[in-house]
């Protein structure tokens, strides 16, 4: 009696090696497809943002992600049916969307807050000396009545054009003389024991629309 014949339990498909670098290729155009539409929408988003539309910056990614399979269809690239693979393609698209928001946020693209200052120096008598910042939000170590020469320099290194410098005492409003240049700040200051002077620096920068004022505040004690 002739012995039956062994099943096999798993037969390995052949290895189509022309569509395996079809698919490849489709998913490398679509990789490509995503950085771009990830990149133009992070942009657009960004200027949203700027111009006070936050919400709709918003918006506007999640639409994009959730149209993001159809947009891919419609530019009749073929989109993988693995779950695996359209999650790679979510993420992707986020992190360029918001790669490029954060760009267009930040300097030297944009500035949507004001200049920090670096460091405040000031000439007592003939030696000069660094002040700190307080608890209290100010500038002090000035003593007495005293001409100074004062110089600070700033964060966001790049060219302001300046429109004024002004410290506001006692209700008023006055204009400081200063020299400006890139990153700096020198004025002198005429001051008088016990006087506080808010000083504001506007400015105004094609990477910023409503650019927010470099504003210290000085005290004599």
């Known amino acids: 009696m002739a012995k039956p014949k062994e099943s096999t339990l798993f037969e390995e498909p052949e290895f189509d090696e022309k569509e395996f670098l079809t698919i490849e290729r489709d998913r490398g155009i679509g990789i490509i497809v995503i950085f771009i539409v990830g990149a ?11 111009q006070g539309y936050a919400y709709l910056s918003v918006l506007l990614m999640l639409a994009v992600l959730v149209l ?3 947009i891919l269809k419609a530019l009749r690239i073929k989109v993988s049916a693995r779950a695996s693979h359209r999650i790679i393609n979510y993420g992707m698209y986020i992190f360029t969307w918001l790669l490029f928001w954060i760009i ?17 120096q000031v000439d007592q008598a003939g030696t000069w000396s660094n002040l700190t910042i307080t608890s209290t939000g100010a500038y002090n170590g000035l003593t007495g009545s005293n001409q ?12 302001i054009p300046s429109n004024g410098f ?7 409003q006055i204009q400081q003389a200063y020299s400006f240049q890139n990153g700096y700040v020198n004025f002198s200051l005429q001051s008088s024991y016990g006087d506080t002077y808010n000083f504001y620096l506007d400015w105004s920068s094609p990477a910023a629309s409503s650019p927010h004022p470099l504003e210290f505040t000085l005290v004599v004690g």
């Not at 133009?40 to 700027?50: E, H, K, R, T, V």
């Open 40 to 50: 133009l929408s992070g942009i657009l988003a960004g200027y949203l943002q700027l």
């Open 68 to 70: 993001l399979t159809r």
């Open 104 to 120: 267009l946020l930040n300097p030297p693209v944009s500035v949507v807050s004001s200049p920090q200052i670096h460091t405040f």
């Open 148 to 159: 100074y020469s004062i110089h600070l320099t700033y964060k966001y290194n790049f060219s």
């Open 166 to 172: 002004y410290y506001t005492q006692g209700g008023q």
